[in-house]
Each structure stands twice: as structure tokens, then as C-alpha cells.
DNA sequence: GTTATTATTGATAATAGTTATCGTTCTTGG
DNA sequence: CCAAGAACGATAACTATTATCAATAATAAC
């Protein structure tokens, strides 16, 4: 059903290429820099259709959406309020918790996200590292 | 430290009557209909003003922001992707694996959000109605 | 209790992220 | 080859939010 352009080839290649949680204005960037010219409504385009195709997957972080592979297992995230990192986790225990609590509701899950935020175990270190400098 | 004007009062009381989950937007509907006639940016300022006070709390939903009453204990969200709802929960069970996970990858956990998606209850009673016409 | 200082307000301009418009280009089937 | 539809790029428009700035209100200093 949906076409894949030599654009939305190149938006694909550039996110499976990489575990990064990309959002529009930076995966514009890198494409530029990779040498592919592409407008950047053509990318918004680009990522709602590959997104809709269940090619890539997306995911609201603040005010802005991030896509990453969609060829990885279901994942949560932790999201690093210091250095804006992004790591992945998994917890069979917390799913199986939700599809709980949604059937207690009599609500049809079909999807979650779960946002942990703090900081991360980098950003713990080079603050200490700081504070003893 | 935060000074509670006339106009930061009247937003701190619409949002404490009520269980909703208060977009800027709807707000300052909300606040024009009971008579206020509040600037949009300061409402803004408020909203921003009144939670870093913890007056209220805030979350991300999809693009916007929305604020809800502080004064009760944390939960979590069920969204009803037909209507817009919003139910709320909480279950301790997810809330220590949380914890845990974050322990494990060394993460120093200052928050989370948990959103659940799907349908409610009204939502799937109604579809079934409308079905058997 | 006037004056100086500081914070807040409202109108509006500006910004960020995203979507819509529109004329042009690229496919693809007949 | 050519018509129909999809996708493209440039850019205008839109939504949510923040910044600017002059006017006003509250607070503190004398």
C-alpha cells in the first residue's frame, strides 16, 4: 500500500541504521549531512506513512515526537533529564501489571508508554566528579 | 516565595473544583465562561508559576500539556483514544518494579509517566449499540 | 505616606513543531 | 505514449507555547 521513495527509503535506512530516538529536525540533519536532500514536509510525510506501515514506530517525548526502529521487541524507556539520553528496558511484570489494571477498568488496552525520568548513571558520575573537583 | 494574584487564585480554583485534566486552551474557556477575563499568557505564566509551587501537577499528553489538582496521591492514566477520557489509577505492584528496573540500571528515578491507551468502557458499550443497529 | 523597586498583567509578536496547500514531478497501468 | 494518482518541495498556515514590553499593582524604603 504504501510507496517507498528513494525519500522515505533513505528516512528508513537512516533510523534502522541506529538505536536513536529520532525526531523530525534532527533526523532532517542527518540526512542533509548524509547528502540526502529532502524537504522537510516530505520527512514529516514521510515518517506518519512509514509510521502508519509499521515500519518505524513513534513516540511522544515532551512536546515533540520521536521515532526509532520498529524492528525491535516491545521496550519502555528511561529518560535522562541531564544529558536528554534515552534508555530502554523491559519488564515482563509491569505488562502484565497494565493488561491488569486494564481489564479491572473494562478498558481495551492497545498500547502504553511507560516514561521513567531522572538521571542517568553517566550524568550520576560526572556530577559527583564535579563536586569533588 | 510564589504570590497567589486574583488571577492565579482563580485558575488554582477551577482546577482544584474540578477532576479534569486541564489543557491552557480549555482553561481559559473555562475561566471566561465563570466571568474571568484573564490574558492567554498569563494563564500560561500561571499554570507554569502555580506548579512549580506544586500547587498543581502537570503531564504530557500527546502534544499538550494538561494540569490536574496536586492535592491528591499519585496515580497513573487510562486514555480513551474515541473520547478523549481520561481514568486514572494506581497500582503499587507497577510502581516497585519501577523502581526496581531503575535500581538496576543504576538510574536515579525523580519521576515517571505512565499512560495506558485504548478504549473505555463507555466507548466499547457505545461501539456495540451502534454495531447492532 | 510618598517614592523607589519589583513582580505581574495583558496585548501581541515571536518561536517551535507540525500540517495543509499547491503547482510540479514521478510512477504506473492502459 | 498518455492519463490518473501519489509523492515531492517550497512555503503558508496552524497550534501550542514563550518572549517582549509598556502599563499597572503590590512591596519595601525612607
Known amino acids: 500500500m504504501i510507496k517507498l521513495t528513494a525519500q522515505r527509503q533513505a ?3 537512516m ?3 541506529s538505536n ?3 525526531d523530525a529536525e534532527i533526523l532532517a540533519r542527518a ?3 548524509a547528502g540526502h536532500s529532502i524537504g522537510i514536509a516530505t520527512i514529516y510525510r514521510g515518517l506518519t506513512a512509514l509510521e502508519q506501515a509499521g515500519l518505524i514506530q513513534a513516540m511522544h ?3 515533540k515526537k520521536r521515532y526509532e526502529r520498529s524492528d525491535k521487541a516491545h521496550h519502555d524507556h528511561l529518560v535522562c533529564g541531564s544529558c536528554g539520553s534515552i534508555e530502554e528496558f523491559f ?3 509491569i505488562e502484565q501489571r497494565q493488561r ?3 481489564s479491572q477498568y473494562h478498558f481495551q488496552m492497545n498500547g502504553h508508554q511507560l516514561l521513567i525520568f531522572g538521571i542517568c548513571q553517566q550524568c550520576l558520575k560526572l556530577s559527583v566528579k564535579g563536586e569533588q573537583s
Open 20 to 22: 536513536q530516538h529520532w
Open 31 to 33: 540526512l542533509s549531512d
Open 61 to 63: 517525548l515532551g512536546d
Open 11 to 13: 528516512i528508513l535506512d
Open 15 to 17: 533510523i534502522n541504521q
Open 100 to 102: 491488569h489494571v486494564a
Open 91 to 93: 519488564d515482563e511484570q
